[in-house]
């Protein structure tokens, strides 16, 4: 019997020396090893566990739930959102009335390459949307995640140097090991460029990652909608930062024939 992966997490609430020793005395006394620790925002801490009996799980639980030094917040099996919190000490902020949207600032750039280059990993069909104002690193974190997750990405539409709007791929490009990422607000401006559409619409039937930019305007000049996507993820300069599209669509009429600032 192989050994299962744990998330174990705790809040300290009398922070004496040595309570970290004896929290992993008291997991290698039950044939607990531990993969990782990391403090947690501010008083908390979480640990990557491997158990091969799930009793000993149940046993540590029930000891833990003793002491009155800390408080177990988590023991479960682990979720990305777990991984990445004990990799970075903060978890990810959702939104509180739609669980599939995340929220990242701009100084929180690392974390979210990671989120998404998890994500990017996985063997399976997901549409990824990103919103964020011009030059927040919205197209950055995007190839980032792609090479993390070493995979091939591919501008369908974007104004990454030039203003870029795909109407066929070649044969190789047909991958579900690629990654595809569409601009919204690009593409919308296409909307009579049937080949344009067409060849959208061929990318979103693959089993691969597509991930678009503005998803809000991109909905507004398809059949999808905003359902559709698994993941939504806000990236903002600040926390107060105010994502409209307004200033984004005249930057881009702007820049359509020259060089654009619009992530870098």
Request: hydrophobic residues 35%.
């Amino acid at each position: 019997m192989g050994k299962t992966e744990w998330y174990l997490e705790y809040e300290i609430q009398y922070n004496r020396p040595g309570l970290l020793g004896d929290i992993s005395s008291l997991l290698g006394m039950l044939s607990i090893n531990i993969i990782t620790i990391n403090g947690i925002e501010d008083s908390k801490r979480g640990i990557l566990i491997l158990s091969q009996y799930d009793e000993n799980i149940t046993r540590l639980k029930s000891i833990l739930d003793t002491m009155d030094t800390i408080k177990v917040m988590k023991i479960r099996k682990p979720k990305l959102r777990d991984k990445l919190a004990v990799r970075h000490g903060k978890y990810i902020q959702r939104d509180t009335n739609d669980r599939k949207t995340i929220r990242f600032v701009r100084d929180e750039l690392g974390i979210l390459v990671d989120f998404m280059a998890e994500l990017c990993k996985k063997e399976e069909h997901k549409l990824i949307g990103i919103r964020g104002m011009p030059r927040v690193g919205k197209t950055e974190s995007i190839v980032a995640a792609s090479v993390s997750a070493n995979k091939r990405w591919l501008f369908v539409s974007s104004t990454l140097l030039k203003q870029t709007v795909r109407s066929q791929l070649i044969e190789g490009e047909y991958n579900p090991d690629n990654i595809y990422i569409i601009d919204g607000v690009v593409s919308s401006r296409r909307s009579e460029d049937e080949k344009h559409w067409q060849l959208i619409r061929e990318i979103m039937q693959l089993p691969s990652i597509k991930i678009v930019e503005h998803p809000d305007v991109f909905v507004q000049t398809t059949a999808y909608t905003m359902d559709d996507f698994d993941y939504i993820i806000e990236l903002r300069s600040d926390e107060n930062e105010e994502i409209t599209y307004e200033p984004i669509e005249r930057q881009q009429f702007r820049q359509s024939d020259g060089f654009s600032m619009f992530d870098f």
